[in-house]
Nanobody, 122 residues
């Protein structure tokens, strides 16, 4: 069973930057992709960004395109999300996810981290 541990997050003012990281361990050979989702109070969990091991293909939610960048290290077990030009609407709990199939939509097969809070104040 894949284990995911997030780090980073915190509180910043509008326009600031934060970097999130997620390290995968245990049974990582099964991972095809990793991604970040976020959930604000009263809202559904949504895709922020995803990256596939093969070819480093990336996907981004429309609201973060041009501001956030997802990357993975050479071992492809650690994924990072660089978040720039943060806005108050980016405030949410951010969850790392991994799967052996897809990481762009919420699905039962996704493995989840515990989440890390990002708060952007105006």
């Amino acid at each position: 069973q894949v284990q995911l541990v997030e780090s980073g997050g915190g509180s910043v003012q509008t326009g600031g930057s934060l970097r999130l990281s997620c390290e995968a361990s245990q049974d990582t050979s099964r991972i095809t992709c990793m991604g970040w989702f976020r959930q604000a109070p009263g809202k559904e969990r949504e895709l922020v960004a995803a990256i596939y091991r093969s070819g480093d293909r990336t996907f981004y939610g429309d609201s973060v395109k041009g501001r956030f960048t997802i990357s993975q290290d050479k071992s492809k077990t650690t994924m990072s999300l660089q978040m720039n030009s943060l806005k108050p609407e980016d405030t949410a709990m951010y969850y790392c996810a991994a799967d052996s199939f897809q990481c762009v939509v919420v699905a039962e097969s996704l493995k989840w981290g515990q989440g890390t809070q990002v708060t952007v104040s105006s």
